[in-house]
Each structure stands twice: as C-alpha cells, then as structure tokens.
C-alpha cells in the first residue's frame, strides 16, 4: 500500500508570492492533519479535516488555509509569504476519527522564502 | 492550553547502552499518546498508547503510559548507531485528529 505523497517536495518561493501544496493520504484514509515543522518551534498542528470539512484549526494567521477533497486529497495555501513561512509541511492521515487510528506522515514539503 | 514536555532535549550513550526518554503531558481530554522517530526526514510511527500500565513492545523498542501521572516512556534496549534520531512524542485529544508534539529528544549513539 503507498504512503502518504506530498508534492512538491521542495519549492523556494519569494516573499509575497503564494504558495499551494498538496497531500494525497493513504489509499482509504479519510482524515487529514497539516503540521508546520520548524528548529525554533518544533512541530506545530495548523489543521484537520476528515470528509472534506475542517474540523479544527492552529494558531495560525488567516494567510494559511487549506481545502479537503471528495477523494481525501488534501491542499493546504499559503498566502502573502513571509520569511518566517519558511518550514517544513507534513501532511498526516489516519483511517478516521476512531481512537485506534493511527496516524502516518507524509516525506514533507520544504519551502523556503527568500 | 495543551502541552507536550519531553526530557531529557539530548542524550548521547554509546551503543549498547539502554535508553529511557520521557514524555509528560496534560492535554484536554486525553485519549491518546503517540511515538515517532525521525531522522532527516518525516516522523515515522513507533508506538500509540490509549491505556495505562499496558506496555507496547516492538524488537529492542517498548514504551508505556500512565494516565494518572500523565507521563510516558520509551526505552530502547542495546541501542545501536541506527537508533540515533529525534524521538517525538504526541498527545492527542478527543474526537480530534490534532497531535500536540514536545520539543523532541535528540538521541545520539556512539559506536
């Protein structure tokens, strides 16, 4: 069975510009979680979504949004980048919502704002 | 607000020593705490615990949860050089996906 996939898996951007990167979860999983990965801040939740709806969001500035799919893929949007932006994005899926669900990262996607 | 502390940040054993990382966390309505290991790339999953005292085990690797003192630990038993990496640990709330991580241990083993 394929892991989770993200694209692409690395994007250097300018600040200003936007970015939009994608996930596609493990083939039936139906939930899935973004998570910002920094050396200052460490791993930082910004949302979730299961069944195409966001189920619950970061504190993070309304420049980062995201979107689910009827087929579970995911995209999550950064607007107006800053230098600060620059991070790695892990993309996570689990089955559902249940306890037991585990969940399994994605190799990430390394943006950097210059 | 939810919070994940692990300890020790660093460690470093030569190789067949054994390891003991701790986790403690006080999460909202807890019902899950997860085990990741990465190294330079994205975390890999160990370990999901949901109840106290049952003891997870895989190869040299096996970790435990205490709900009523709200920690957790792995150990890992004759580490090797491949061991080394960051350890994640991650407590999760109920009826959420959302994973609230530590800082991470970084292990380091020497040959």
């Known amino acids: 069975k394929a892991g989770v996939t993200q694209t692409p898996r690395y994007l250097i951007k300018t600040r200003g510009q936007q970015v939009t990167l994608s996930c596609s979860p493990i083939s039936g999983h139906r939930s899935v979680s973004w998570y910002q990965q920094t050396p200052g801040q460490g791993l930082q939740f910004l949302f979730e979504y299961f069944s195409e709806t966001q189920r619950n969001k970061g504190n993070f500035p309304g420049r980062f949004s995201g979107r689910q799919f009827s087929n579970s893929r995911s995209e999550m949007n950064v607007s107006t980048l800053e230098l600060g932006d620059s991070a790695l994005y892990l993309c996570?899926?689990?089955?559902?919502?249940?306890?037991?669900?585990?969940?399994?990262f994605g190799p990430g996607t390394r943006l950097t704002v210059l | 607000e939810d919070k994940v502390v692990q300890s020790p940040l660093s460690l470093v054993v030569h190789e067949g020593d054994t390891v003991t990382l701790n986790c403690s966390y006080e999460?909202?309505?807890?019902?899950?705490l997860l085990w990741y290991k990465q190294e330079k790339k994205a975390p890999t999953f160990l370990f999901m615990l949901t109840s106290s005292g049952i003891e997870k085990k895989s190869g040299r690797l096996s970790s435990i949860l205490d709900k009523k003192e709200l920690f957790s630990i792995l150990n890992i038993t004759a580490t090797q050089t491949g061991d080394s990496a960051v350890y994640l640990c991650?407590?999760?709330?109920?009826?959420?996906?959302?994973?609230?991580f530590g800082q991470g241990t970084r292990l380091t083993i020497n040959p």
């Open positions: 996570a899926s689990s089955l559902g919502l249940a306890a037991d669900n585990e969940q399994f």
């Open positions: 991650a407590a999760q709330g109920e009826g959420a996906q959302k994973l609230v």
């Open positions: 999460v909202t309505n807890f019902r899950s």
